[in-house]
Nanobody, 126 residues
Framework: QVQLVESGGGSVQAGGSLRLSCAASGPTYSRYAMAWFRQAPGKEREGVASIDSTGRTTYADSVKGRFTISSDRAKHTMYLEMNSLKTEDSGMYYC????????????????????WGRGTQVTVSS
């Protein structure tokens, strides 16, 4: 069973930066992608960014140019570098892993991802 553990959340003022990490353990697959999702109170969980096993990435329009997703396969860890944070970036951030073709996983839809972490809270204040 894949296990995912997020860390790095916290409170920051608008314009600041945070770096989230997701440590993965368990079986690995030849075709997979990892992603970050976020969920604000009262809102649907939305995809933020995804990265596949070859390093291809995709981003939600709302974070393009501000967030960077990366991974270190040797450490089995994924990262999300978040810069120029806005209050609307606040929420619980979840790490997820999906198994399948990139053509599907790059859409960063929660129903396509099978394994989830428990989340780390990000709060951006004005």
């Amino acid at each position: 069973q894949v296990q995912l553990v997020e860390s790095g959340g916290g409170s920051v003022q608008a314009g600041g930066s945070l770096r989230l990490s997701c440590a993965a353990s368990g079986p690995t697959y030849s075709r997979y992608a990892m992603a970050w999702f976020r969920q604000a109170p009262g809102k649907e969980r939305e995809g933020v960014a995804s990265i596949d096993s070859t390093g291809r990435t995709t981003y939600a329009d709302s974070v393009k140019g501000r967030f960077t997703i990366s991974s270190d396969r040797a450490k089995h860890t994924m990262y999300l570098e978040m810069n120029s944070l806005k209050t609307e970036d606040s929420g619980m951030y979840y790490c997820a892993e999906g198994v399948g073709p990139w053509s599907i996983l790059q859409r960063v839809r929660k129903d396509d991802y099978h394994y989830w972490g428990r989340g780390t809270q990000v709060t951006v204040s004005s």
